[in-house]
């Protein structure tokens, strides 16, 4: 038997004989409440959830009937009372607690089913202040809190999806409850208001331009179990969070296995990054590996994009992360499943696409219903020991940049092209990070290296790689414009860019040797701006 405070031990079984229903997501709850009817549980109920129960021809008695008190004000005050929350709290196997329901004429109450006003929908919705407020739920959470807490002697459901489980108990129990039950739908119900909570708290900062609040509170909501984490001996699980930005989270996944936690890991990369290009600009595909881009291009047609990017690094694409910027369409799905990918991500696909990969049933395919908002605000979180980093989401845009021309030459309109796509590209490959591109396609990318002339030096090794393997005369790096997302601390890094064919350069700029720099530049008649926006990704 489990311990609850004053040492009363919690009954294994309980019976359901009274029970409160006040749900704004009604979804099974006059099955429910018929269930409870046929097993002869009294029911109490308020408002709208009264009326549909009442509607079904089941006994229903209104809340204010007990409390002896009308719904007031708009329904704000209708179940913070005592009667209410004494009957959800009431120890039942106290006398002092006895005595205080039978002198107040409280009754106990052994089923709370309740669910919250719709603040996460509304807040996604964009609506106004007023009304994102007026969508704050109080009554609920303090009967689901009330009800978890005394959960030795009441069963709380917030979930729709738990009344087939909860009926099965009761079918299985005559009429009971298990505590183990009680145990885990309690932990739910504080799950479920935690996270109420913590998009309330979040809303509020954001309305308020609070950056840093003195509370931050992360929550969401199981959207799928993995088979495991980044390696096999970790467990692991994919919340939503709420935020209706489209992506991995809001995807459909037309078919293919599960996404794995590292499928899910790059596909976000990968989407964020293909996002970075307007579709009404020029199609763009996105292949990422382990997080970090192999290869992006823009191209006349989606198959023309995707061509590009792969030629940059065919060989790291294999198993890799295919994002589009585009629907994707018959002739671009025909050549994609030539090769070994794991995941494709597009704002949709044509019923002829999803036919031809259907050819390869083990692909994944996801339709996301449109592209992330590269320019809209938001949050990212980490873990670290004992604490959790959060910062803004990086929405600079180099368009929105004033770019500074630091070297005698000036960089021509085509070589400004390539530096802002590199730029763009850059952001999104981990640090330190060096981008070559030519003509609106990547021609080498160094990822992640502890030297940025190690970078450097890779992604030319890279293109010196894809121009073999294309049979072409010479690197595409030949002639390229480069993008370093962080400033260059000595002329040695713009050097190593130089020797690969670089003939531009983009850099936020801000070193202190970047004299140095700017002169090995105009000496190699290279031509540099600087942003004045780092984009460092860890």
């Not at 009304?131 to 709380?156: C, F, L, Q, W």
Request: glycine share 8%; aromatic share 6%.
């Amino acid at each position: 038997m489990a311990v609850i405070s004053k040492k009363i031990p919690a009954p294994d079984k309980v019976e359901i004989k009274t029970a409160l229903l006040s749900v704004f997501d009604k979804t099974g709850i006059v099955e429910l409440a018929r269930a409870l009817s046929e097993r002869g549980v009294r029911l109490l109920s308020t408002g709208g959830t009264y009326k549909a129960i009442a509607a079904a021809g089941l006994a229903v008695t209104d809340v204010s009937e007990i409390t002896g008190f009308p719904e007031i004000m708009d329904g704000r005050v209708k179940t913070l009372h005592p009667t209410v929350h004494g009957g959800l709290l009431a120890i039942r196997d106290d006398s002092e607690h006895q005595e205080a329901m039978k002198k107040h004429g409280i009754e106990g109450i052994d089923l709370a089913v309740i669910n919250l006003y719709p603040f996460e929908e509304v807040r996604a919705a964009d609506g106004d202040y007023p009304t994102t407020v007026e969508n704050i739920d109080i009554g609920g959470p303090a009967m689901i809190r009330a009800s978890a807490k005394n959960h030795a002697y009441v069963t709380i459901l917030t979930d729709p999806e738990d009344y087939a489980e909860f009926k099965e108990q009761l079918s299985a129990d005559d009429g009971k409850t298990a505590y183990a039950f009680r145990q885990r739908m309690a932990a739910k119900a504080y799950a479920r208001t935690a996270a109420y909570d913590a998009m309330i708290s979040n809303w509020f900062a954001e309305a308020l331009a609070i950056d840093t609040p003195r509370h931050r509170v992360i929550g969401g909501v199981l959207k799928e179990e993995m088979r495991y984490g980044e390696n096999p001996h970790q467990k692991a699980a994919f919340y939503a969070t709420g935020e209706k930005r489209p992506g991995v989270s809001t995807a459909v996944l037309l078919q293919g296995k599960q996404l794995s936690y590292n499928n899910i890991n790059d596909t976000d990369a990968a989407y964020e990054l293909v996002a970075e290009f307007l579709p009404e600009k020029a199609p763009a595909c996105a292949i990422i590996k382990h997080a970090n881009p192999c290869g992006v291009a823009t191209g006349s047609s989606l198959l023309e994009a995707y061509q590009r990017a792969l030629a940059c690094d065919s060989v790291s694409a294999f198993g890799g992360i295919i994002a589009l910027n585009r629907i994707l369409d018959a002739e671009t799905a025909e050549e994609i499943v030539k090769l070994f990918t794991e995941v494709i991500i597009a704002p949709d696909v044509t019923e002829e696409a999803k036919a031809i990969v259907a050819r390869k049933p083990n692909l994944r395919l996801l339709s996301a219903g449109g592209l992330p908002d590269p320019r809209a605000p938001g949050l990212t979180a980490k873990t670290v020991s004992g604490g959790l980093l959060v910062q803004n989401r990086d929405n600079g845009m180099v368009e929105d940049l004033e770019l500074k021309v630091v070297t005698k030459r000036v960089p021509t309109a085509q070589e400004l092209d390539d530096m802002k796509f590199a730029f763009k590209v850059g952001k999104h490959v981990k640090s330190n990070a060096v981008v070559y591109a030519k003509d609106g396609q990547t021609a080498g990318i160094g990822a992640g290296q502890m030297s940025r002339v190690d970078s450097a030096r890779i992604a030319a090794l890279k293109a010196e790689e894809a121009a073999k393997a294309l049979g072409l005369p010479a690197p595409m790096t030949q002639g390229s414009a480069v993008a370093s997302e962080a400033f260059l601390p000595f002329a040695d890094g713009l050097l190593s860019m130089i020797a690969a064919g670089a003939t531009a350069v983009i850099q936020p700029g801000g070193s202190m040797r970047d004299q140095e720099v700017i002169d090995a530049a105009n000496e190699h008649g290279v031509a540099m701006v600087f942003t004045g926006m780092r984009h460092f990704r860890h």
